[in-house]
Nanobody, 125 residues
Framework: QLQLVESGGGLVQPGESLRLSCAAS????????IGWFRQAPGKEREGVSC????????VYADFVKDRFSISRDNAKNTVYLQMNSLKPEDTAVYYC??????????????????WGQGTQVTVSS
């Protein structure tokens, strides 16, 4: 059974960094497109980034470009989201999602059918 488990969230101050992990089980990560999404209280879930398999194209939302970076470790079946220069408006629950590979990927919620449970990121001084 396909399963995604996020970790690495926490409380940080503005300007600091976090690295989120998304551990996949029950499927081979390299066959799937992976997306990262986030949902702040009272807001819709929004796409942050996505990565197509086999080193394919990665896409970032404008509000995280040059600050966030998605990467894969296929040997560990894990995807990472490196988040630098965090801002208070980055506070949200972050989710990873998987879908059979499609390229170019788009971090659009309706394009992904398998989801993790989320990890909380809070950016506050």
């Amino acid at each position: 059974q396909l399963q995604l488990v996020e970790s690495g969230g926490g409380l940080v101050q503005p300007g600091e960094s976090l690295r989120l992990s998304c551990a996949a089980s029950g499927f081979t990560l390299d066959d799937y497109t992976i997306g990262w999404f986030r949902q702040a209280p009272g807001k819709e879930r929004e796409g942050v980034s996505c990565s197509s398999s086999n080193g394919g194209r990665t896409v970032y939302a404008d509000f995280v470009k040059d600050r966030f970076s998605i990467s894969r470790d296929n040997a560990k079946n894990t995807v990472y989201l490196q988040m630098n220069s965090l801002k208070p408006e980055d506070t949200a629950v972050y989710y990873c999602a998987a879908e059979r590979d499609f390229s170019p990927c788009t971090p659009v919620r309706r394009d992904f059918t398998s989801w993790g449970q989320g990890t909380q990121v809070t950016v506050s001084s």
